[in-house]
């Protein structure tokens, strides 16, 4: 190796630490068993300690379902959701428009990092770490355009690793979503599965358009801002699709779907080999299931209904 390329490297080298120095400035690092949470001066050590017992929660929930991470996960949590997202354009790159302009949270990234509001819960950081993993089954390009499965599974394993927290509010998230579904469905709003597809169709949902039948107020925003939790009807009703679907037909079909859309089959072709029925004959089953649900009966059970087969794990870490 001559010298010229040797001072490449190092040069290399030295700008790819300055670079990590700089995205860890002004956070602490804390570690768990499988993860490491960066948390930002002003957040409290108790809010990082939470954050890490979640995580390992998610871990086990994901990872029995879906599998184990590649590489150690990376959390950074923040004061304030402005804080997330200056940090998140200025410092990580995200300038694009569902960052800026709906000020989303970005997907847990290739290496592994994941970013946390103030408020974020159990149920976001399963759902953003449950992302990766399907990732590491199935490419990014396959989850674009499968938007309705990939964000159904989701926020079916974030509702899992709630459930496993809080069962109180797993069973409070879960009867909203049915709620939200069932009148949806008896007026004859549900969303096609077909406009649900691809990531330019999901972010129209966003959209404070009448048509998006999403017109968030300034306070569900701020809402967002703080908990990264939106009450859209796309996320209700592909929490629901997704969990009746895994509910009837396990979640081993699942794995099979994404593990035959990572070689390379188009969603649509894969769901019908797996399931042996179409996208659109699964619609016509998930409507017939919705015409069979009694919201009365369902705001007066205490059981999940969703999911199931939940046990407490033990919760070990320093
Ligand atoms: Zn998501």
């Not at 010229?4 to 300055?18: D, K, M, N, V």
């Not at 949270?105 to 509001?117: E, F, L, S, V």
């Not at 089959?265 to 699964?282: D, I, L, R, T």
Request: proline share 3%.
């Amino acid at each position: 190796m001559n010298k010229i390329c040797r001072l490449t490297i190092f040069l290399a080298f030295l700008f790819l630490a300055s670079n990590l120095v700089a995205k860890e400035k002004g956070f602490t690092a804390f570690y768990t068993e499988h993860a490491t949470i960066f948390y930002q001066d002003g957040v409290s050590k108790d809010r990082a300690c939470e954050v890490g017992r979640d995580f390992e929660i998610a871990y086990k929930v994901v990872g029995k379902d879906l599998g184990y991470p590649k590489k150690k996960p990376r959390f950074y949590l923040y004061n304030s959701g402005k804080d997330m997202n200056d940090d998140l354009i200025n410092n990580w790159g995200h300038g694009n428009s569902a960052i800026t302009k709906y000020r989303l949270i970005p997907q847990m990234n290739w290496d592994y990092i994941a970013w946390i509001p103030p408020n974020g819960g159990i149920d976001l950081v399963a759902h953003e770490y449950s992302h990766r993993i399907m990732r590491q089954i199935a490419d990014l390009d396959f989850l674009k355009k499968s938007m309705w499965f990939n964000e159904g599974v989701a926020e079916y394993t974030g509702l899992k690793a709630l459930a496993v927290k809080d069962t109180g509010s797993a069973s409070s998230k879960e009867k909203e979503w049915l709620k939200n579904v069932i009148s949806a469905y008896r007026d004859n709003n549900l969303i096609p599965f077909k406009e649900m597809m691809t990531d330019d169709q999901w972010m129209r949902f966003f959209e404070a358009t009448p048509s998006s039948g999403l017109n968030y107020s300034q306070d569900q925003w701020n809402h967002f801002f703080q908990t990264g939790s939106l009450p859209g009807l796309n996320y209700n009703q592909s929490a629901v699709a997704v969990s009746f679907i895994i509910n009837q037909y396990g979640f081993d079909k699942v794995k099979k779907v994404l593990k035959m859309v990572g070689k390379g089959k188009p969603f649509p072709e894969a769901f019908q080999k797996v399931y042996g029925f179409s996208q659109e004959e699964f619609e016509a089953q998930f409507k017939a299931y919705l015409a069979g649900l009694d919201m009365k009966k369902i705001e007066a059970t205490s059981t999940l209904i969703l999911v199931f087969t939940v046990t407490t794990p033990v919760c070990q870490f320093n």
